[in-house]
T-cell receptor
Framework: QKEVEQNSGPLSVPEGAIASLNCTYS??????FFWYRQYSGKSPELIMS????GDKEDGRFTAQLNKASQYVSLLIRDSQPSDSATYLC??????????????FGTGTQLKVEL | NAGVTQTPKFQVLKTGQSMTLQCAQD?????MYWYRQDPGMGLRLIYY???????DKGEVPNGYNVSRLNKREFSLRLESAAPSQTSVYFC??????????????FGPGTRLTVL
């Protein structure tokens, strides 16, 4: 089982719709979760971080966290063509020896169609 | 405030050649990281430095060495490049001195091709 899993997509949504991106993780003790956006040929940029169960909203973006189900999601409302990118889920996992590491999923490609 | 900068942006090497990728950050961050990104594999950590003077191996360290020159700069060296090292390399930094425990900010990347 991968430590952080995402559906690779592509996920296609029409302009103006809600895009829902999902991520599951293996470490029940994880406390910190991040969503990064990566345009083709560019570097990842942070969209949101979430640390507590529930929803966190920032503009058109909402991150949802359910630690019991080991599930984190990103909703994008009123999707725009400029939202077309790959979205990376990242989770801070506990490693052997007591350290931590930020582990990335392989990303979900989102396409917003006119 | 440039954030995280990397040089070069592109590089083509022949098998067996060596090179150093440079990374610098101006955010006064303590931790710095080197990742490689390959299609279908996601971002994989090569090495990281949780604070000035320390370095640790990540998930895929073989074939690479690093130097944390000072708080700002963290370089990645390929001593004898192999085609399997063809990839996009990203440097990142984060504020806290414990490596991998907080938000990371990425540089623009270096596209490396090894023939």
């Amino acid at each position: 089982q991968k430590e952080v899993e995402q559906n690779s997509g592509p996920l296609s949504v029409p302009e103006g719709a809600i895009a829902s991106l999902n991520c599951t993780y293996s470490d029940r003790g994880s406390q910190s979760f991040f969503w990064y956006r990566q345009y083709s040929g560019k570097s990842p940029e942070l969209i949101m971080s979430i640390y507590s169960n529930g929803d966190k909203e920032d503009g058109r973006f909402t991150a949802q966290l359910n630690k019991a189900s080991q599930y984190v999601s990103l909703l994008i409302r009123d999707s725009q063509p400029s939202d077309s990118a790959t979205y990376l889920c990242a989770v801070i996992l506990t490693v052997e020896g007591g350290g931590n590491k930020l582990t990335f999923g392989t990303g979900t490609q989102l396409k917003v169609e006119l | 405030n440039a954030g995280v900068t990397q040089t070069p942006k592109f590089q083509v090497l022949k098998t067996g050649q060596s090179m150093t990728l440079q990374c610098a950050q101006d955010m006064n961050h303590n931790s710095m990281y080197w990742y490689r990104q390959d299609p279908g594999m996601g971002l994989r950590l090569i090495y990281y430095s949780a604070s000035e003077g320390t370095t640790d191996k990540g998930e895929v360290p073989n074939g690479y060495n690093v130097s944390r020159l000072n708080k700002r700069e963290f370089s990645l060296r390929l001593e004898s490049a192999a085609p399997s090292q063809t990839s996009v390399y990203f440097c990142a930094s984060s504020e806290y001195p414990r490596g991998g425990t907080d938000t990371q900010y990425f540089g623009p990347g270096t596209r490396l091709t090894v023939l």
